[in-house]
């Protein structure tokens, strides 16, 4: 599997800028919509670990490929991802919506004295899924 993907190579991939404030040492948060991320012909996202952390809420339907599971979710959705496992999204129709933060450990270790790593929904292996 290629390495995992940078803060600079998302910003790059998705944006095709850096935010000023990328390399500072205080760690790194940011939003965004996911609506603003699904540019028409966009290649689809690969399936890889990142360096950062993610949160998503969102509506409609996809498939998440998260480690060795796919799990198919339709309407309401809040996810939590890892650096320390491998995931994509696929969304699927016109109703996609939702927003997402990315931050880093620092940011976290920073603003809150403690690890995100140590936090449940981070955990590797925790798949909660309810309706």
Not at 90 to 118: P, Q, V, W, Y
């Amino acid at each position: 599997m290629a390495s995992a993907e940078t803060l600079e190579e998302f910003y790059q991939k998705k944006f095709n800028w850096l935010p000023d404030n990328l390399s500072r040492d205080i760690g790194h948060f940011n939003v965004f919509r996911i609506e603003d991320c699904l540019a028409p012909g966009a290649a689809p996202v690969q399936y890889s670990r990142r360096e950062f952390y993610k949160v998503s809420i969102s509506t409609g339907r996809s498939i998440i490929h998260y480690a060795d599971k796919s799990i198919e979710v339709d309407g309401h959705s809040l996810l939590f991802f890892s650096p320390n496992v491998p995931y994509t999204i696929e969304m699927f129709g016109e109703d996609r919506k939702g927003h997402f933060c990315i931050f880093t450990e620092a940011f976290f270790t920073e603003s809150l004295r403690s690890n995100a790593h140590d936090l449940p929904m981070f955990a590797i292996g925790v798949i909660r899924l309810t309706s």
